[in-house]
């Protein structure tokens, strides 16, 4: 009952709502399947599918493997139980936090003239022009992904640590009885049994990254919205564009439920590859 109230009715809703024109002036007309032809003739459209894509492929991989890496760290027994959980704390940290406030940290992080990150690389020879990250179209889904990461590195690391201290002792003790390095004992049993917790981190990541929103609306914000020609535009905030900044609900509701579509679809993808990757111990 829950699942038909919170999900089926909004879904039944938007297609709904996708197959007129309304901008809440005047009463909805009825447009059939106009909305989703127009759609897929809509450059912006593609340029905000490209968008979103491109930060797909940087955000997943980063994130799985560098949350991997810090659960690897942090899972090692250093110091005293308390200063390994305030290093696992710390991790977390981001992950709790506003993504508005984030991203405005973030944004001055990548500010070209008084930015931190402009100070650092300023004794590599990189001047004002190499380092406009919030107004060149060719940089600017950087500073989008590099937030991104960020905050979700925390809860990716929360899973693996998780799936790491489910290991049995046992697989690591026989390796290295048989003469298993340290290379070997990650790559012949750690990671393999792993795999369903990194097949879940990369479920998740590539949900989360389809749906990129906070961090361009808060870092374009003094620039151009959506980055300079929509160079930062994602999918999530073409919609939010063009539902509440042109208010065109019904094209609106046609965007979101093909971005419903595409996560469904690459969903579905993934728990078919897993099957040829994925480790379950119960196999």
């Given amino acids: 009952m829950g699942l038909l109230l919170f999900f089926g009715i909004p879904v039944l809703i938007a297609f709904a709502t996708s197959t007129v024109e309304w901008n809440a002036l005047r009463p909805p007309e009825f447009v059939g399947l106009d909305n989703f032809t127009r759609l897929f003739q809509d450059p912006k459209f593609w340029q ?25 760290l942090l899972n090692q027994k250093f110091g005293s139980k308390g200063l390994r959980n305030l290093f696992r704390t710390a991790y977390f940290l981001p992950v709790v936090t506003s993504t508005v406030a984030a991203s405005i940290v973030w944004t001055w992080i990548f500010q070209p003239s008084y930015g931190l990150l402009a100070g650092l690389v300023a004794p590599l020879g990189l ?30 690391m929360v899973l693996f640590l998780a799936g790491l201290q489910n290991i049995p ?10 003469g298993a ?3 070997q004992l990650f790559r012949h049993v750690t990671f393999p049994m792993l795999s369903s917790t990194t097949f879940l981190v990369v479920v998740l990541s ?23 020609g929509g160079s930062a535009t994602t999918l999530t905030y073409f919609l939010y ?43």
């Fill in 181 to 183: 390095n340290t290379r």
């Fill in 206 to 228: 590539t949900i989360n990254s389809f749906q990129i929103f906070d961090q361009v609306y808060v870092m374009t914000s003094r620039t151009v919205r959506g980055g300079v």
């Fill in 241 to 283: 564009d063009s539902g509440f900044g042109r208010s065109q609900f019904g094209y609106a509701s046609a965007v979101a439920l093909v971005l419903f579509v595409i996560i469904l679809a690459f969903t579905i993808i993934q728990l078919r590859l897993q099957r040829r990757w994925v480790y379950y111990e119960s196999d």
């Fill in 48 to 72: 905000a599918l490209r968008n979103t894509l491109f930060l797909l492929l940087i955000t997943v991989p980063l994130e799985v493997v560098l949350s991997l890496g810090v659960a690897l």
């Fill in 127 to 156: 001047g004002w022009e190499e380092t406009k990250w919030l107004t060149r179209p060719d940089l600017i889904l950087i500073p989008v992904a590099a937030v991104t990461i960020w905050q979700r590195i925390g809860f990716d």
């Fill in 169 to 178: 002792r046992v697989f690591y003790e026989a390796a290295t009885i048989d």
